[in-house]
């Protein structure tokens, strides 16, 4: 058996299924017709969505498969997100990929596989629409063309929750997106007693940069400044542009003594931009913290109004020295 190789933008596109907050949610019918069509269309006996997760493939909608997942190294979907095209797999025993691989000699026992890569509006490769069959079997052009219309029909269900939790412009969380995720994050960190530290930062006369520079650059410096803080802040930091020029951070399991280093390399980042772009302003920010301590719970709303007050507090010390 040969496992898939990690595609090459696996973290952002890990990132915008965590965004998506689409894992292990319950079924839904916007789905599930979709995958009912797939197998009556076809005549097979399993439909599946399939989304590549860090080690699993999990269903989002399953046809005749009872399982709700399957680890990552042994999924066929794990191979068709690699390309934008079908894989198809006529007789998985004439694959050397796959002749050996426990989904093919034991359950479901997969003969036959075609699998349409899904997008997000990103375009991540999230996972796929799949049929599966029990025999070897061809499949036409024309069943190609088929499969490709039901998988965007897929897409389109992705693109609809992507609108409302992402920002379009940056890629980050939007507001609703960041309530989301930091909500469970801190309910998490409440239940673990972790420290969890909110960041809010708001960019420094903003306006004058569209005023003088126009509203394209204005949108490159939005999208520069949450291209550092993605560049700056780990893989499990939610990451949110809550407004116009305002962005917050939720960092977990951190304490305020220990976030310094990363609001350091924002700081750095943001000053080796300024000397590289030479755009004829220099990018700045205001930056407000709030904390919560293990054994403190804090409600979400409280520290964001708390890293709220606290950013406006330094953006008003910033005006008072000029
Ligand atoms: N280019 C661009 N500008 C935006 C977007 N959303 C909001 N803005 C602008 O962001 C600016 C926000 O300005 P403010 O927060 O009021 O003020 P500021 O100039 O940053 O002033 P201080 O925060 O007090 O330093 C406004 O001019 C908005 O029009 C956007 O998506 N793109």
Known sequence: MIAAPLPDDENARLSTLRVLRVLDTDPEERFDRLTRMARRLFQVPIALVSLVDAD??????AQGLDVPETPRDVSFCGHAILSDDILLIPDTHADP???DNPLVTGAPHVRFYAGCPVRAPSGHRLGT???????????????QATLRDLAFMVEQQFAAMYMAMVDELT??????????QAGHVLALCRRKQWPAT??????????HVND???HAEGDWALKSFADI??????????????????????????????????????????GALNLRAQRGYALDFSVGDAAMAGDRPL????????????????????RRMG
């Open 171 to 180: 890629g980050l969380a939007n507001r609703r997106g960041f309530e989301s």
């Open 56 to 61: 699993r493939q999990w269903f989002k909608s």
């Open 198 to 207: 909110m960041l809010y930062f708001d960019l420094d006369h903003f306006k």
């Open 97 to 99: 990929r796959f002749v």
């Open 212 to 214: 003088r520079y126009g």
């Open 299 to 318: 409600t979400l709303e409280e520290l964001m109004q708390q890293a709220d007050a606290a950013m406006y507090a330094h953006k008003q010390s910033r």
């Open 129 to 143: 629409l799949c049929l599966i069959d029990h025999v070897p079997r061809g499949f036409d052009e024309d069943d």
């Open 229 to 270: 803080l993605r560049f700056c802040l780990r893989a499990s930091d939610v990451i949110a542009r809550t407004g116009g020029d305002e962005f917050v951070v939720l960092l977990s399991g951190t304490a305020t003594e220990q976030m310094s280093p990363a609001l350091e390399r924002v700081r750095t980042q943001v």
